[in-house]
């Protein structure tokens, strides 16, 4: 099955810095890459998301890129704000004998210093 | 995601004893799914389903238990064999590859 790693665990930047969360994912079959952004005690909420014919993509201040040759992942986020602290997700969806799963990393606690 | 109810927000069980989470949708989605959520371990596949009256097991499917009687319903219950069942459980619905978390039922053992 696939495997998804997710680093770093945690992550703390100050207040107008970029912050950079990478994943890697084991399945080449695997061809859509979401992430999610969890804030505490609520459900995750999609962010941005990227397919596998595409190398980047860009919304606002969030920028996901993949390289499918290395199959990994990245997620940037720019002048980074304190309501950008909350928990990261990446995850890769792939087809299993007729269904579609969905393997997530295991979160980047991401904490933006004012 | 207002469209995925799940109830109750807490749940306390009792050693030996079964509890069952609720999980509804109105959004039309086929597929449905239950993550268990840890510190420091992301999401866990329990059970998923593509269709009604069919489901597979997810990666810790041990001491758990699902039925799918209705497209908008996929009720998971945490058996007495689930020793260790503390944690925040999350439904999902999935539609063209996006996922939809519900707000999620927090468990813990009393």
């Known amino acids: 099955g696939e495997n998804v790693e997710q680093h770093p665990s945690t992550l703390s930047v100050q207040e107008g810095d970029s912050a950079v969360i990478k994943c890697t994912y084991s399945?080449?079959?695997?061809?859509?890459f979401p992430w999610y952004k969890q804030e505490l005690g609520k459900r995750p909420q999609l962010i941005i998301d990227?397919?596998?014919?595409?190398g980047e993509k860009k919304d606002q201040r969030i920028a996901v890129t993949l390289n499918k040759t290395a199959k990994h992942f990245s997620l940037h986020i720019t002048e980074t704000q304190p309501e950008d602290s909350a928990v990261y997700f990446c995850a890769a969806t792939f087809r299993s004998g007729g269904y579609q799963k969905v393997t997530f990393g295991i979160g980047t606690k991401l904490q933006v210093i004012p | 995601d207002g469209g995925i109810t799940q109830s109750p927000k807490y749940l306390f069980r009792k050693e030996g004893q079964n509890v069952t989470l609720s999980c509804e949708q109105n959004l039309n989605h086929d597929a449905m799914y239950w993550y268990r959520q840890d510190p420091g371990q992301g999401l866990r596949l329990i059970y998923y389903?593509?269709?009604?009256?069919?489901?597979q097991k997810g990666d810790i499917a041990e001491g758990y238990s699902v039925s799918r009687e209705k497209k908008e319903s996929f009720p998971l219950t945490v058996t007495s064999a689930q020793k260790n069942p503390t944690a925040f459980y999350l439904c999902a619905t999935l539609n063209q590859e996006t996922q939809y978390f519900g707000p999620g039922t927090r468990l813990l053992v009393l």
């Open positions: 990227i397919r596998s014919n595409v």
């Open positions: 389903s593509q269709i009604v009256n069919d489901f």
């Open positions: 399945d080449s079959a695997s061809n859509y």
